[in-house]
């Protein structure tokens, strides 16, 4: 990716690998987090129109 392609500076390549690494374990935790939210918010509300 991107942040692996300063292959000539092997310690700068490592760290950028693992900031870009937490960074998108960061956002795909972010997303599945407001899905489950979305969800949550679909199933009570589906609830409350049903009761």
Do not use: A, E, G, R
């Amino acid at each position: 990716s991107y942040c692996c392609s300063y292959s000539f500076m092997h310690v700068t390549v490592s760290v950028f690998c693992y900031c870009c690494f937490i960074l998108l374990l960061f956002i795909y935790t972010v997303i599945v987090y407001i899905n489950l939210l979305i969800l949550l918010l679909y199933f009570s509300y589906i609830k409350h129109i049903h009761s």
